[in-house]
């Protein structure tokens, strides 16, 4: 049995009637007393009857009032969404926070139980996913680890679904959660590939200027899907968010070259140890910045760019390239002036240069002191 924790959303109804005449009176107090007020004199069969003859109900006047009010209520709840967040770990959390803070109604699913965590947030936490379909949602956000994606799809209940529910996902890779909706979900179900460019460290202040990569895979024709849609947009231009549309092949060959590339540097740095110190420079904090941003997401999410990003291996590749070009570039130097020291003119017959067997130990000087002056001179 599923748990269901919270707040369901408030419906669009019309006014109370006490509401209406406690804020009557308000209205009223700032004119007269409802017995003082004129009205057209009642018919003569009527004035027989009544005692009061100036005597009306506060309703009647206050009617145009609550009637606009009723209609702004119906607005503003037509431009919410109900958002079910399949995958309620580290960043479904925080994106379901802008959501409620935005007034839509979040329903939460995950493989373990939140059910505390979605309270506190003001989310409904559902552990049975048909009692989560059940509940009919707008869009279906799927926020698991890239590699789980597939299984977690499948196990929807996706028959107790409306017919044309939203399926939006926000995995850091897009061709295969796209290739996976086509594939499991039928063509009655909308789909819209997302990746917002920032996570719960990156966007903890705001997401102001920060990307949202999005790709309308495949929207219904009708006002109410294409409007639904936007209505999700919506939530992150409202963020501040800069919208960037492209297809998800495009994201993924330049996501390979920038967010695979950083993960990489960070987890490396982060293997290092590095250590602020009393005299950190710029590009030292920077680093340091660069670890505690990427070393905060869970493993699953880094393997997930390698392994569902077709161009990451090309990436690493390079990274292993320049590497070794860089390190070749260095020795080189190191290379030229331990042989002017070793040989000074002698070698300038054209003999072969020995290459460097191998490199010192770590720690070890390169360079005896004396031969120090000789290297940066010839550099
Ligand atoms: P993650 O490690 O990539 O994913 C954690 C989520 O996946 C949790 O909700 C977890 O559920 C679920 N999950 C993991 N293995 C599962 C399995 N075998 N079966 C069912 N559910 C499973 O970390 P994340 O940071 O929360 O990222 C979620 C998604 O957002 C990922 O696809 C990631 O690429 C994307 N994304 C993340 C960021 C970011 O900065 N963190 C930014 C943009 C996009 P339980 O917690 O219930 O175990």
Known sequence: MASFSSIQPAA????SSTATSSRTSHLLSHHQHPDQLSLPSPPPSHRRLRRRPHCIRAIDAAQPYDYEAYLFNRFSQSSKLKIA???????????????????????????????????????????DPHDLCEQHPDVILICTSVISTESVLRSLPLQRLRRNTLFVDVLSVKEFPKNIFLQVLPHHFDVLCTHPMFGPES???????????????????????????????????????????????????????????????????????????????????????????????????????????????????????????????????????????????SEEGGHRRPML??????GTPLLPPQSEAVANKNN
């Open 12 to 15: 669009a109804q019309p006014p």
């Open 85 to 127: 967040v399949v995958g309620f770990g580290n960043f479904g959390q925080f994106l379901a926070k802008a959501f409620i803070r935005q007034g839509h109604t979040v329903f939460a699913h995950s493989r373990s139980n939140y059910h505390a965590v979605a309270q506190s947030l003001g989310a409904a936490f559902f552990t």
């Open 203 to 345: 966007g903890k202040v705001t997401w102001q200027n920060l990307p949202f990569v999005f790709d309308k895979v495949r929207i219904g024709n009708e006002d109410s899907r294409v409007n639904r849609v936007e209505t999700f947009l919506d939530i992150f231009k409202k963020e501040g968010c800069t919208m960037v549309e492209m297809s998800c092949s495009e994201h993924d060959r330049y996501a390979a070259g920038s967010q695979f590339i950083t993960h990489t540097m960070g987890r490396i740095l982060e293997k290092l140890q590095l250590e602020s110190t009393p005299i950190n420079t710029k590009g030292y904090e920077t680093l340091l910045n660069l670890v505690e941003n990427t070393a905060s997401d869970s493993f699953d999410l880094y393997y997930g760019l390698f392994m569902y990003n077709k161009n990451a291996m090309e990436q690493l590749e390079r990274l292993d390239l320049a590497f070794e070009a860089l390190k070749t570039e260095l020795f080189g130097h190191l290379h030229e002036a331990l042989r002017k020291q070793l040989f000074g003119k």
């Open 357 to 362: 067997a191998k490199l010192p130990k770590n």
